[in-house]
């Protein structure tokens, strides 16, 4: 599948928020988009308007890209959320959150989703004692994620690790640092993701 191999920070530009896509640096005063907070390109501090059209897809395209996802993988979780009783949208960001590269960065064990999604393919992390290597893994209620024992000196994890106090650890996850393992104890809810997403405009723009 293709990856986006462009500059990161443009994406946050583009988008009008902090996807806080290159980690501990999006926090500190190099972060691109606290020095040029407007869109990219020669227009981009022009005055620009959206139709209904356009804001849906922004805010699609914001999801998509927070998450690290390609069009047709994050098509494939609306639809299978679209099957599913209850809410779509909060079904959606459910499994987007429950993504084993998703948990591993939840849990402090990588500075940005894009490295996590790294380690978790280099076969870093075992889920309930079996190596997994597939980034989009769907991680349940009482899973236990840990760090594989020939791994705990990789310099990126155990980095990771020393900032994790700078960021905030969501109340599902329960971390034991020292230990270099998490557990799930419940399964992600809507009011557990902070971030400010609009997914029923997702719904809207995938249901037209």
């Not at 999006?26 to 308007?49: D, L, N, V």
């Not at 979780?77 to 499994?95: C, P, V």
């Not at 076969?123 to 290597?133: A, L, Q």
């Not at 419940?186 to 009011?191: G, I, N, W």
Request: proline share 3%.
């Amino acid at each position: 599948m293709a990856r986006y191999t462009g500059s990161v920070c443009r994406l946050c530009r583009r988008e009008n928020q902090k996807l806080f896509l290159k980690g501990d640096r999006c926090m500190t005063e190099k972060c691109a988009f606290e020095r040029r907070g407007y869109p990219p390109g020669q227009h981009g501090q022009g005055r620009i308007k959206f139709s209904e059209y356009g804001l849906q897809l922004r805010e699609k395209q914001k999801i998509k890209r927070m998450y690290g996802l390609g069009e047709s993988q994050f098509r494939g979780l609306f639809e299978k959320a679209s099957t599913m009783k209850g809410i779509t949208g909060n079904h959606l960001l459910s499994m987007l959150e429950r993504r084993l590269d998703n948990v591993v960065y939840r849990s402090g064990f990588a500075n940005s989703r894009a490295d996590a999604r790294q380690l978790v393919r280099h076969g870093h992390f075992t889920v309930n004692g079996k190596r997994v290597n597939i980034p989009s893994y769907q991680i349940d209620k009482g899973d236990l994620l840990e760090v594989k024992e020939s791994s705990r000196s990789t310099v990126r994890i155990a980095s990771a690790l020393e900032n994790v106090k700078r960021r905030e650890i969501p109340q599902w996850v329960e971390l034991e640092a020292n230990s270099f393992r998490s557990r799930v104890r419940d399964l992600p809810a809507r009011d557990d993701i902070t971030a400010p997403m609009q997914e029923r405009m997702v719904v809207e723009l995938y249901s037209k």
